[in-house]
């Protein structure tokens, strides 16, 4: 039997999800929405479909190609976007045969194709339209080439001119809002919507996809769904009915209860999510559609874009931290007798700085936190900021980074390039303290760590290390700024 599949549907109800792809692409338990109705497709015994499609064609193209790893045969057509069903068949260059299925492929659906074509075979109708629990199925067979019932088709209404077939079991999501959408995925974690998920079953009520970091012990109650190449930290706690993509990241301590996080999407320490989509930095509110932009890169950020987590991890800084405080003992030393001969009766100076780990402030929020850092009341710029070695241990520094900077300048930068570099770890070293001079202006140095942070990448900052400890043994180092 032909089968034509519509997946054309423009998608203006789910932005922002569909700004920069199409509903059949769109992730939902671990699969494209697409990908699932293939898959019941195949189930219902159908081997080959014609795809109609509109916004971002070629990606959906390349993604299925021929349809072979769904054990399918696969053809494609474009359309303006959400054309009638007539002006469809009319376009196609190979018409289906009679008798043929036509069904929306943006709508998720569970055991109820095989069902609808059975219970077609018991009549002898020239249409036949699905229906489920009273409302549209969103498929129709048809027995003659072009059925005059098509021509007033309606994919929100019941049409007179077809016999109407009602589906006892399964389910119809129309993913017609951010709220559908994000139900969908809970039903498909919790088993709800029987679907064909990647992965294996690692705990009661968790599914975990290949190459996964995450602890059965995570799942505090109800489900879960866990794409593939995640890394979940074992303190966090999944709670209710929970769908994470593939890609992601998950940091100590946070808490996801009933929310949806999108591929390639980082959740920051501390963080709660709760009855929402997270897409990267942004923080979609299911109840109101409201959509939250997080700049801070150390809460929310996209795995895509921003690369805060692909260079050197935390416990990776802390262990060169504390190598480069071996091997600088003998500064300490001279740093020690320096003091002594310039002024023993006040060694230190304190510095109360905002760092890189992550505290909840008074109103349950995430936030960088700060921390107190003492530099050597001496005039040589390479032994006064040896105690920052002891912040890159603590984790309040990493090694590589921008210029720590107080809480107080860090709130009063509020221009988008301003956010932009405050995004970057603050760092022992960096482009800033390399090559900015210590008396540039406050936007120099923001310029510097702006343009760190847009071309980041870890050789980069292997290179600045390496620049580092030249530095060391340069004039400047020693009688000049840093």
Same mark, same amino acid.
């Given at each position: 039997?032909?089968?034509?599949?519509?997946?054309?549907?423009?998608?203006?109800?789910?932005?922002?999800?569909?700004?920069?792809?199409?509903?059949?692409?769109?992730?939902?338990?671990?699969?494209?929405?697409?990908?699932?109705?293939?898959?019941?497709?195949?189930?219902?015994?159908?081997?080959?479909?014609?795809?109609?499609?509109?916004?971002?064609?070629?990606?959906?193209?390349?993604?299925?190609?021929?349809?072979?790893?769904?054990?399918?045969?696969?053809?494609y057509?474009t359309?303006?976007?959400?054309?009638?069903?007539?002006?469809?068949?009319?376009?196609?260059?190979?018409?289906?045969?009679?008798?043929?299925?036509?069904?929306?492929?943006?709508?998720?659906?569970?055991?109820?194709?095989?069902?609808?074509?059975?219970?077609?075979?018991?009549?002898?109708?020239?249409?036949?339209?699905?229906?489920?629990?009273?409302?549209?199925a969103?498929?129709?067979?048809?027995?003659?080439?072009?059925?005059?019932?098509?021509?007033?088709?309606?994919?929100?209404?019941?049409?007179?001119?077809?016999?109407?077939?009602?589906i006892?079991?399964g389910?119809?999501?129309?993913?017609?809002?951010?709220?559908?959408? +994000?139900?969908?995925?809970?039903?498909?974690?919790?088993?709800?919507?029987?679907?064909?998920?990647?992965?294996?079953?690692?705990?009661l009520?968790?599914?975990?996809?290949?190459?996964?970091?995450?602890?059965?012990?995570?799942?505090?109650?109800?489900?879960?769904?866990?794409?593939?190449?995640?890394?979940?930290h074992?303190?966090?706690?999944?709670?209710?009915? =929970?769908?994470?993509?593939? +890609?992601?990241?998950?940091?100590?301590?946070?808490?996801?209860?009933?929310?949806?996080?999108?591929?390639?999407?980082?959740?920051?320490?501390?963080?709660?999510?709760?009855?929402?989509?997270?897409?990267?930095?942004?923080?979609?509110?299911?109840?109101?559609?409201?959509?939250?932009?997080?700049?801070?890169?150390?809460?929310?950020?996209?795995?895509?874009?921003?690369?805060? +987590?692909?260079?050197?991890?935390?416990v990776?800084?802390?262990?060169?931290?504390?190598?480069?405080?071996?091997?600088?003992?003998?500064?300490?030393?001279?740093?020690?007798?320096? =003091?002594?001969?310039?002024?023993?009766?006040?060694?230190?100076?304190?510095?109360?700085?905002?760092?890189?780990?992550?505290?909840?402030?008074?109103?349950?929020?995430?936030?960088?936190?700060?921390?107190?850092?003492?530099?050597?009341?001496?005039?040589?710029?390479?032994?006064?900021?040896?105690?920052?070695?002891?912040?890159?241990i603590?984790?309040?520094?990493?090694?590589?980074?921008?210029?720590?900077?107080?809480?107080?300048?860090?709130?009063?930068?509020?221009?988008?390039?301003?956010?932009?570099?405050?995004?970057?770890?603050?760092?022992?070293?960096?482009?800033?303290?390399?090559?900015?001079?210590?008396?540039?202006?406050?936007?120099?140095?923001?310029l510097?760590?702006?343009?760190?942070?847009?071309?980041?990448s870890?050789?980069?900052?292997?290179?600045?290390?390496?620049?580092?400890?030249?530095?060391?043994?340069?004039?400047?180092?020693?009688?000049?700024?840093?």
């Amino acid at each position: 039997m032909d089968v034509i599949v519509l997946a054309d549907r423009k998608g203006q109800e789910l932005l922002p999800l569909t700004d920069n792809t199409c509903i059949p692409l769109l992730p939902l338990a671990g699969k494209t929405l697409l990908e699932h109705t293939l898959e019941a497709l195949v189930q219902a015994g159908l081997r080959q479909a014609h795809i109609v499609l509109s916004p971002y064609a070629e990606e959906v193209k390349g993604y299925f190609g021929t349809g072979e790893r769904w054990g399918m045969a696969l053809t494609y057509s474009t359309s303006r976007g959400e054309e009638s069903a007539v002006q469809v068949l009319a376009s196609l260059a190979n018409p289906p045969e009679s008798p043929f299925l036509i069904l929306r492929g943006d709508v998720l659906r569970s055991n109820v194709i095989g069902e609808f074509l059975a219970q077609a075979e018991t009549s002898t109708a020239a249409c036949l339209q699905a229906q489920f629990a009273g409302d549209n199925a969103f498929m129709m067979l048809c027995r003659e080439p072009r059925p005059a019932a098509l021509a007033n088709l309606d994919w929100e209404q019941t049409l007179q001119a077809c016999e109407q077939v009602e589906i006892a079991e399964g389910v119809v999501n129309k993913l017609d809002s951010l709220a559908a959408f +994000h139900q969908a995925n809970l039903a498909a974690a919790a088993g709800r919507i029987r679907l064909l998920l990647p992965g294996l079953q690692t705990a009661l009520g968790m599914t975990q996809g290949r190459n996964s970091q995450v602890h059965p012990q995570s799942l505090k109650q109800g489900a879960a769904f866990i794409g593939a190449y995640c890394n979940v930290h074992p303190s966090v706690e999944l709670s209710g009915e =929970v769908v994470i993509g593939d +890609h992601v990241i998950i940091d100590q301590c946070a808490v996801i209860t009933d929310s949806v996080i999108m591929p390639h999407s980082y959740i920051g320490e501390m963080v709660e999510v709760r009855n929402a989509i997270v897409r990267g930095n942004e923080l979609i509110r299911v109840d109101s559609g409201a959509v939250l932009k997080i700049t801070d890169a150390f809460l929310l950020a996209d795995l895509n874009t921003n690369p805060i +987590h692909q260079g050197l991890g935390s416990v990776y800084n802390r262990i060169l931290g504390a190598l480069l405080l071996i091997l600088s003992l003998p500064l300490w030393l001279l740093a020690s007798i320096a =003091v002594l001969l310039k002024n023993p009766t006040a060694p230190l100076n304190k510095q109360v700085l905002r760092g890189n780990k992550i505290i909840l402030d008074d109103f349950g929020l995430p936030q960088r936190a700060e921390f107190v850092v003492w530099q050597l009341n001496v005039t040589m710029p390479v032994l006064r900021y040896l105690p920052r070695l002891l912040a890159v241990i603590s984790g309040d520094l990493r090694v590589v980074g921008g210029l720590p900077v107080s809480i107080e300048q860090a709130v009063q930068r509020m221009e988008d390039w301003e956010k932009f570099a405050d995004q970057a770890p603050a760092g022992l070293v960096g482009p800033t303290h390399l090559l900015i001079p210590v008396n540039a202006t406050a936007e120099e140095k923001l310029l510097s760590d702006s343009f760190y942070w847009a071309n980041f990448s870890i050789q980069q900052d292997f290179r600045y290390m390496a620049q580092a400890l030249r530095a060391v043994f340069s004039r400047k180092a020693w009688f000049g700024e840093v």
